[in-house]
């Protein structure tokens, strides 16, 4: 039916251009990224799917936990796309920095799903972001020295896509700062194994040596 | 020979009472009138009663079938022929003469010919026979109650000549003057001719003798003719001219000892109507008072009694000679639906019910459930129609790994449905259509607001029910609904989905 005649039908009714959700529906993204993948003629060589995974950091333990939560679109082998719909689970966050203030930090990682399972379970990881990662807060950020940062600059509650803190500006706490806009590189190899970011300030990145323990890099 | 034997040979010379009939249908009149269904029947059946009823030996019936005017003529010559022949100067001699067909006020249109009413008034009252009795039925075409019908000529009136030798004649017709007369397709029949055959077969035996003169089967045919067309566009006044000399009233049927007749004995007043026994073929409808007998030729019957609000039936059999007496009692109420479907009462002629049940559908998105919700509606049985409208309540969910989809729909209808009735059973087809509010609320660790949506629908539909008892009704119903609605932004506006219901109905009325 022509969809002119079928607007006229729906012509005294309310909300003829909202539709009804399948299990297809995963709810509102909480976040969408985006990005591309760099070294793409490495790609092209590979065998299996690449997948996306988000891979969360905790501090102190020697597995990364990580998971594929979101639903992703590889549109090409150099763009990708990807949205989280639910919030990690609490069994996810930092170590309490502030009072009130909970914390995950999760990784971006292009991952070969070996065993086409569309789900990580300890893949092989070719690479990620160097340079972005995905700041989850919940509560407030604690007041830095110098007064309250300006607007725009910090995460909000929810989601953010950050980059690493500067950490010669500490304040009681590293604070990441926004990435604009929400547009992620994942790098191949030793452009992302090399350059893994300091989420913590510590001067190292420890927190995620455990994601090579399947297998890193181009192999 | 001796004196006795003398005496009982004068004895046996005693008068008789012979009796003749000429019975015209004519489905064909002029070429521009319309052809009737019922006029060569009404002939036959009005034959059927004399012969049985009307002790008229089958000899001494003519029964002609879309004759020409010739024929009729050379019919009436040959008959008076043999009247003249038979008769004894002690016999008393009784002509019936019966016409159903085309007519205007000056002729009978007979199959492209034309008898002038004049010179059938003369024939006829020119007879041998002593008494003559004249009942013309005319007929034109018209609508389902075909309308049978004087053209604007001069008023239709025969008029007796009472300076006549004989004793005299009476004369019977189904419309006064300039009035139309009609058929009927429910009656299959016209409309007087068939209250007049079911006087003489006894409804308008009055007086309860058990025999049917003629001014108690006009009474009867005339209020009856009257009360059957006042519902039609011309109420049909039958009419008459009695000029009889003979002591007491004519009486043209008995309902005793007639061979091959038994009787029916009706203890409650009412309107009955009588079958062969498959109910395709109505032998007569009468109205009698409480206490009637009724003579039918030997078989078995369908009998239906309607009142105002119900109808009843039984099947009956009636054997030579035999009465059979049956009740409501002894007979099984229809069910309402299929009672208003067929317009049998008298008064009621719709059938309202309450209806409740339930009815399962397909998802309407991805994923999601066949919903399973109840109805409740109220629903008209009408002769052509059936309407029903409906509400009905129903949920169904669908989940994956991010959220849980929690759908609740409320939807008004409603729909028209043809059902024929076999039986017990019921079938038929038609249409639902109506709107949906739907309402999709989730559950998740995310963030997902409800939605809700307002949906038109159609649905063709096939449903079949069966009478439980006469009040009630289960019934099964099936279709396809097309929701006008978007389920994904890839997908047309339209969504299409099967249902089954199953509802109870309880008739009010």
């Avoid at chain 1, 990807?82 to 999760?106: F, K, R, V």
Wanted: charged share 20%; aromatic share 6%; proline share 5%.
């Amino acid at each position: 039916m022509p969809r002119s005649i079928s607007l006229a039908l729906c012509f005294s009714l309310v909300a003829c251009d909202e539709s009804l959700n399948g299990i297809n529906y995963y709810g509102e993204p909480l976040l969408e990224m985006s990005g591309e993948v760099l070294s793409e003629s490495v790609v092209g060589a590979l065998d299996g799917e690449l997948r996306i995974a988000l891979l969360w950091s905790l501090p102190g333990v020697v597995e990364l936990q990580a998971e594929s939560s979101a639903e992703l679109e590889m549109e090409t082998i150099i763009n990708w796309s990807m949205n989280l719909y639910h919030p990690p689970d609490e069994s996810l966050y930092q170590e309490q920095l502030s009072e009130g203030m909970n914390t995950a930090i999760g990784l971006p990682v292009l991952y070969i799903d070996a065993d086409g399972s569309q789900t990580w379970n300890d893949e092989w990881i070719l690479g990620g972001s160097s340079s972005t990662f995905v700041f989850y807060l919940e509560g407030e950020l604690p007041m830095l020295p110098g007064g309250a940062p300006d607007e725009g600059e910090i995460p909000e509650e929810g989601y953010n896509v950050v980059i690493p803190p500067d950490c010669n500006a500490l304040g009681p706490v590293p604070i990441p700062r926004l990435s604009d806009p929400n547009r992620v590189s994942l790098e191949i190899g030793d452009l992302f194994f090399d350059s893994l970011p300091d989420t913590n300030c510590d001067g190292e990145t420890n927190e995620w040596l455990a994601m090579c323990e399947h297998g890193c890099g181009v192999p | 020979m001796t004196p006795l034997l003398l005496a009982a040979l004068v004895g046996s010379a005693q008068a008789e009472e012979r009796r003749y009939a000429i019975l015209i249908g004519a489905n064909r009149g002029d070429a521009s009138d319309q052809l009737l269904k019922y006029a060569g029947r009404d002939a036959r059946r009005f034959s059927e009663v004399l012969r049985t009823l009307g002790e008229v030996p089958a000899g001494n019936l003519t029964l002609l079938s879309d004759p020409d005017a010739a024929e009729v003529r050379e019919a009436m010559d040959s008959l008076e022929s043999r009247i003249a022949a038979e008769v004894r100067e002690q016999d008393t001699a009784l002509l019936f003469v019966y016409y159903s067909g085309h007519a205007d006020a000056a002729d009978l249109h007979l199959d492209g010919t034309r008898l002038p009413l004049a010179e059938l008034k003369r024939r006829v009252g020119d007879s041998h026979a002593d008494a003559q009795v004249l009942v013309v039925d005319a007929c034109r075409a018209g609508e389902l109650t075909r309308m049978k019908g004087a053209t604007p000529a001069e008023p239709f009136t025969i008029n007796v000549n009472t300076a006549s030798t004989h004793e005299g004649m009476a004369i019977i017709t189904s419309a006064a003057p300039g009035e139309d007369a009609q058929e009927s397709d429910r009656l299959q029949g016209g409309v007087f001719t068939h209250h007049f055959i079911a006087g003489l077969q006894g409804a308008a035996d009055q007086s309860g003798d058990h025999r049917v003169t003629l001014r108690e089967a006009y009474t009867y045919s005339n209020d009856r003719t009257q009360m059957t067309t006042s519902s039609a566009r011309v109420v049909q006044h039958p009419y008459r001219n009695f000029n009889m000399t003979s002591q007491g009233d004519l009486v043209v049927t008995q309902l005793e000892g007639a061979r091959r007749v038994g009787y029916l004995s009706l203890p409650e007043s009412g309107t009955y109507v009588v079958f062969d026994p498959k109910g395709s073929s109505l032998v007569t409808e009468l109205e009698v008072p409480s206490g009637s007998r009724i003579a039918l030729t030997e078989g078995s019957y369908l009998l239906r009694k309607r009142t105002p609000a119900k109808v009843y039936q039984g099947n009956i059999t009636i054997r030579q000679g035999q009465t059979t007496a049956i009740q409501s009692s002894q007979m099984r109420q229809l069910p309402y639906g299929q009672t208003a479907r067929r317009g049998d009462t008298t008064q009621r002629h719709v059938a309202l019910g309450i209806i409740a049940g339930a009815a399962v559908e397909q998802g309407l998105a991805i994923g999601i459930s066949p919903s399973l919700g109840g109805t409740l509606g109220l629903r008209l049985d009408m002769p052509a129609l059936t309407l029903d409208g409906r509400l009905r309540y129903a949920t169904s969910s669908g989940e994956n790994d991010y959220l849980t989809i929690d759908q609740t729909l409320l939807s008004a209808d409603l729909s028209g449905y043809r059902l024929y009735d076999i039986g017990r059973f019921s079938l038929g087809a038609g249409v639902r259509a109506g709107g949906a509010w739907i309402e999709q609320e989730y559950t998740t660790a995310g963030e997902a607001p409800a939605a809700t949506v307002l949906a038109p629908y159609v649905s063709p539909l096939v449903r079949t029910e069966l009478s439980l008892t006469p009040r009630f009704s289960l019934g099964l119903e099936g279709g396809i609904s097309t929701y006008f609605i978007s389920s994904g932004e890839s997908s047309p506006p339209l969504r299409t989905v099967p249902y089954a219901a199953i509802d109870l109905t309880g008739f009010v009325f």
